[in-house]
């Protein structure tokens, strides 16, 4: 999702910390969220690690308060856990992340007294405000208040266990390295093991919103040291991002495990206890379906997108859903993507089964894609993927994101990126040559209509 305007982004508002996100720049944000908000909200504002979370906070917690709400202050805490706690206690919440962006950024991101990401029409209601400075104003008697809380992660980490089948993972012979990336799920991801009686050692499980020792994108790229740990020496490596809304896994010899390999672990557990749909974005592998259909079950796609994808999920009664970049979304704990959960039932799945990750992954259909990115200036975007179309005309094309173009058991996707002047490009085929083969040829198709235009 993004505002009209644009300055809602597809994951809240972000931008560099004095740059973009001057004290200026936050306490307008912060007039136009206290004006959209129903009066004397209950409002819970969280933040992750980075640096710069106390000074937006603060401004953020001044003028709340000032318009007459009761500011319920979090603490540090997993953007998850906001979202649940939220949903708990609270009519909103705000949380301060700009979750796997460097450390220089931050951001702001408005939660629904539901739990889910505020949806695009309350954006668009937000950003008029912004636009138009016309902010609400309350009296000197009508100042609101900071509530402190206490034990939130607590109920964070409590509702988690609960929904796995603890007592059967308590003690597994699972030896596991975390990597908090130093960020937000400092504090409950280690909990969370520690309950479940596992052997688990961490690293960079200190709260630093630097982020000395690696970016805070769980990407392959970004884990090398972690790889390096875990091989040959753990059974699982397991890292989050900043925020902790994500999490990655690595096989006992270090080996990283694509994102849709572990949905599709997930999905495949899903259907075969229950008949349901599965929500994903129309970039996901066709692994997906093919697992539900062969269980009974549906697929429904959707635009790329976290909320997009939880809404949706809403909306169907689904029984799972999520990206493929460490971003999975149970219902029965909240629809939000949580990496906390998705660690959970990771666990109780190797544990249950007393097996492998890398046994669970033989269990898939074989699917190979590559992923990449080429730089458009946002003006001509429109006309590359107009020649795009008029390339594909005749085969079969799904335009629900950008442009999904299917031959047989093969695809590729073109679409523009929701937050850069990039175009993204997605291909799958059964085999490494055959994707390898369609990715070129777009991107050559691509470089070509640039050259042209």
Not at 295 to 301: H, L, M, P, T
């Amino acid at each position: 999702m993004a505002s009209k305007g644009g300055l809602f982004g597809t994951n809240g508002i972000r931008g560099v910390v004095n740059q973009d996100l001057t004290p200026q720049f936050i306490t307008d944000v912060s007039l136009s969220i206290g004006t959209w908000a129903k009066e004397n909200s209950r409002i819970l504002v969280g933040m992750d690690t980075r640096v710069s979370g106390p000074f937006i906070k603060g401004i953020l917690h001044g003028v709340l308060i000032s318009m007459g709400h009761r500011v319920m202050d979090a603490g540090i805490l997993p953007t998850p856990a906001l979202q649940l706690l939220t949903h708990m206690y609270a009519d909103m919440g705000i949380m301060i992340t700009a979750s796997h962006n460097p450390p220089e950024y931050n951001g702001i991101k408005v939660i629904s007294g539901d739990g889910t990401e505020i949806d695009e029409s309350s954006e668009n209601e937000i950003e008029q405000i912004f636009m138009n400075k016309n902010f609400k104003r309350s009296s000197w008697k009508s100042i609101g208040n900071v509530i402190n809380t206490e034990g939130l992660n607590d109920v964070y980490v409590g509702r988690i266990l609960s929904l796995v089948r603890s007592d059967e993972i308590r003690n597994k012979r699972i030896h596991i390295l975390l990597d908090c990336s130093n960020g937000a799920s400092y504090g409950t991801s280690p909990r969370i093991l520690r309950e479940l009686g596992l052997a688990f050692d961490t690293v960079n499980c200190q709260p630093d919103g630097t982020f000395p020792s690696h970016p805070p994108e769980p990407k392959e790229e970004n884990l090398s040291g972690l790889s390096r740990l875990v091989r040959g020496n753990y059974d699982l490596g397991v890292a989050h991002d900043g925020d902790a809304d994500r999490v990655v896994f690595l096989d006992g010899q270090g080996k990283f495990i694509p994102g849709d390999k572990v949905l599709a672990i997930f999905t495949l557990e899903k259907v075969k206890r229950k008949i349901g749909t599965i929500v994903v974005p129309v970039s996901v592998s066709s692994a997906i379906e093919e697992i539900a259909k062969k269980y009974g079950s549906k697929v429904v796609y959707t635009r790329v997108g976290a909320p997009i994808v939880a809404r949706k999920m809403i909306e169907t009664g689904a029984i799972f859903g999520g990206e493929d970049n460490g971003g999975y979304i149970f219902p029965e704990m909240q629809y939000c993507r949580d990496g906390a959960m998705a660690l959970a039932k990771m666990l109780e799945i190797l544990s249950i089964e007393n097996t492998t990750i890398e046994e669970k992954i033989k269990e898939l259909p074989e699917y190979h894609n590559m992923k990449g990115t080429i730089r458009v200036e946002k003006n001509k975007i429109g006309n590359v993927m107009e020649k795009i179309l008029d390339y594909a005309r005749g085969k079969r094309i799904v335009d629900i994101d950008g442009i999904k173009i299917i031959e047989g058991e093969s695809w590729v996707l073109i679409r523009p990126s929701g937050t850069e002047p990039l175009l993204r490009i997605y291909s799958e085929a059964r085999d490494r040559s055959t994707a390898e083969k369609i990715f070129n040829e777009y991107r050559e198709l691509i470089e070509s209509i640039l050259r042209e235009i």
